[in-house]
């Protein structure tokens, strides 16, 4: 309890000073939130129109300053080394032998513990706007609702990885559950400092977990093929309600990752659906998301980007 309440103390002292230390052009940038008298001829449904109307584009051009290329280069080689000499390193030390069943098993664990960790940004990124917002500083609804549809997407991910038995042991779910918590206030830090390096981390982050799923399909193609898909993964990619995993994709550019099925809806737009008969389906599924989420937190970064103009949409 002792070593909680000091890494708390820690994390708000951080928090406090990210919050003092905002760039004098962020400040420039802030206008409180002034809500016009409405008529009864006002549509409701326009909010997010109006919060346009009032606020800067974005987080990154709100309260953002660009940031070398150099400090993006950091970024990747600093993940890659967390993940292969922290995260690889303890799942192969744990692992019980080099057996093709028992690294498939602790490939199950090893990406239990990273999606728990992959969905804190989006939590650190909703925390940070609602504080905004509640302060009167920044509002822009349609931010908060794109993060919360990643956030429902990676915790799908985590529920697959639970179905497959990634929780399992006690050990895997300590190191996930205490990475994720000191990785949430770290972003919470980022973000309030500068979303545009939050959001080159974060993206760092996604492409190296697609990089990772793509080598895992790779290397257990066999084995994933002759598995059913989890019953998770279907209810999310197939029976269930579409409308949060469509509002996760953003910046339509007329291409995919892999070879997702694109349909297209009643009103046109092409959708991603992915196929899901196989486990092998279901990874190839994650991967295609990971992809998608790179893509937003790249165009997130630059100080023209406007989340309204570049559409939820495939």
């Known amino acids: 309890m002792t070593v909680l309440t000091i890494s708390l103390l820690v994390a708000m002292a951080v928090m406090a000073t990210s919050f003092t230390s905002i760039s004098p052009h962020a400040y420039q940038s802030y206008r409180p939130i002034q809500l016009s008298s409405t008529s009864t001829d006002d549509n409701i449904l326009s909010q997010v129109t109006k919060d346009s ?68 940004p989006y939590f650190s990124y909703l925390s940070v706007l609602h504080l905004y917002e509640t302060l009167g500083l920044w509002r822009r609804a349609d931010y908060m609702k794109v993060h919360f549809a990643e956030s429902w997407n990676e915790m799908h991910h985590l529920l697959i990885m639970e179905e497959l038995g990634g929780n399992e042991r006690f050990i895997d779910r300590f190191v996930a559950q205490h990475s994720a918590f000191f990785y949430y206030w770290f972003v919470v830090g980022c973000y309030m400092s500068n979303p545009t390096l939050a959001y080159n981390l974060n993206q760092a982050v996604e492409e190296h977990a697609c990089e990772t799923y793509e080598h895992f399909l790779r290397d257990f193609e066999t084995e994933l093929k002759s598995k059913d898909a989890p019953k998770i993964a279907i209810e999310y990619y197939k029976n269930g309600n579409m409308f949060l995993f469509d509002e996760m994709h953003t910046c339509a550019d007329g291409t995919g990752y892999g070879d997702t099925p694109i349909v297209l809806n009643d009103d046109g737009i092409p959708r991603r659906r992915p196929k899901m008969d196989t486990l092998y389906d279901a990874f190839a599924a994650i991967r295609d998301d990971e992809a998608e989420h790179a893509k937003t937190m790249a165009y997130l970064q630059r100080q023209d980007s406007d989340i309204s103009t570049c559409d939820v949409e495939y």
């Open 53 to 120: 109307e009032i606020s800067p584009l974005s987080p990154a051009s709100a309260f953002g300053e660009p940031i070398p290329p150099k400090i993006s280069t950091f970024n990747k080689l600093a993940i890659a080394f967390v993940k292969s000499n922290v995260f690889d390193a303890f799942f192969d030390a744990t692992s019980k032998s080099n057996e093709r069943a028992e690294v498939l098993t602790r490939s199950y664990a090893r990406f239990y513990a990273l999606e728990t960790i992959a969905r804190m």
